[in-house]
């Protein structure tokens, strides 16, 4: 009981302050404790729907900001959006030729939940893997990547794929995320190229 009071504090917080959802607490915590948005970044967002991490990304750069989901994400002053999959080659082309190579890629997306743990967490990392390919075809060389994960039988699969092409790369359970769950993030800097 006392997590879903907590729960829904957090809700209404996000709500009065204004956030499309409490996802906007995880990158300000994110950012908060490894500065990974620098103010003058481009920023690709992946998997950005509703919009509460593209309302806080707005606050943290003055440079151009992509959204791109497969739903469609209501207009935010200063923001471009894509109505797209991430894995399709077409929406890769489309955002490059928007932006450019970029400094920063974040990735909050997750597959519909099927209630099977291993199929959907196996589903998740498939979705992480070609996240990891999007932002490696249009990161700078010494560009940022964070990415939401889950624990499980793949996880550390993916992590080695992106040690692989990051200098310095964490993970990070935020305190926004709920008790329980086997989310995390990881926090890659500095792109090798
Ligand atoms: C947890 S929500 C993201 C919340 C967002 N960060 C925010 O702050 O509002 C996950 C999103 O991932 C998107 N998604 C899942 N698979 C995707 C794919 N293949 N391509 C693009 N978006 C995808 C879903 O449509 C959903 O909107």
Request: proline residues 3%; positive net charge.
């Amino acid at each position: 009981m006392g997590s879903q009071w907590s729960r829904d504090k957090v809700y209404l917080r996000a709500k009065h302050e204004g956030f499309r959802s409490r996802a906007s607490y995880k990158l300000i915590e994110i950012q908060e404790k490894f500065a990974v948005i620098r103010r003058d970044d481009n920023i690709i967002d992946l998997g950005a729907a509703p919009g509460s991490w593209l309302q806080v990304l707005r606050t943290l750069t003055d440079g151009r900001v992509l959204g791109i989901d497969l739903n469609p994400i209501a207009d935010i002053e200063g923001i471009e959006t894509l109505e797209g999959d991430l894995t399709d080659p077409v929406v890769q082309k489309q955002a490059k030729e928007m932006l450019g190579t970029v400094c920063i890629v974040v990735c909050d997306a997750a597959p519909k939940l099927s209630g099977h743990k291993s199929y959907d967490q196996a589903r998740a990392i498939a979705l992480g893997e070609e996240a990891l390919l999007f932002a490696c075809n249009v990161l700078k060389p010494g560009g940022n990547f964070v990415i939401k994960s889950f624990q499980g039988a793949d996880f550390p699969e993916l992590l080695a794929a992106i040690q692989g092409q990051f200098y310095a790369v964490k993970t990070y359970s935020t305190k926004a995320t709920r008790k329980g769950s086997t989310e995390i993030y990881i926090i890659a800097k500095n792109f090798k190229g």
